[in-house]
């Protein structure tokens, strides 16, 4: 059985920076692709970050290209997000997931999630 658990979330400034923190039980953690994803209520689920088995192959979103960094450490079975810069509009609920494949990027490839964890960006 495979658990997600996110943490690092929180209240902070625009232009601040946050990190978060995804810790996943199971075995074989790194022979999949892990992702980070947000949701604003009433709009879809989207990507913000996704990482080969590997790591050596990451995928950022548009919108946060340049601002946020996406990092895994198989050895503890942990995958990371940093996130500087940031801004009012990427305040949302982030949820980190595995895949079922080494490397992808579509959300309906990924099947184990986490509870997600709330992050707020002031003006």
């Known amino acids: 059985q495979v658990q997600l658990v996110e943490s690092g979330g929180g209240l902070v400034q625009a232009g601040g920076s946050l990190r978060l923190s995804c810790a996943a039980s199971?075995?074989?953690?790194?022979?999949?692709?892990m992702g980070w994803f947000r949701q604003v209520p009433g709009r879809e689920r989207e990507i913000v970050a996704a990482?080969?088995?590997?790591?050596?192959?990451?995928h950022t979103a548009d919108s946060v290209k340049g601002r946020f960094a996406i990092s895994r450490d198989n050895a503890r079975n942990t995958v990371a997000l940093q996130m500087n810069s940031l801004k009012p509009e990427d305040t949302a609920v982030y949820y980190c997931?595995?895949?079922?494949?080494?490397?992808?990027?579509?959300?309906?490839?990924?099947?184990?999630w986490g509870q997600g964890t709330q992050v707020t960006v002031s003006s």
């Open positions: 990482i080969s088995w590997s790591g050596g192959v990451t």
């Open positions: 997931a595995r895949a079922r494949t080494g490397w992808t990027t579509y959300s309906y490839e990924y099947e184990y």
């Open positions: 199971g075995r074989a953690f790194s022979r999949y692709a």
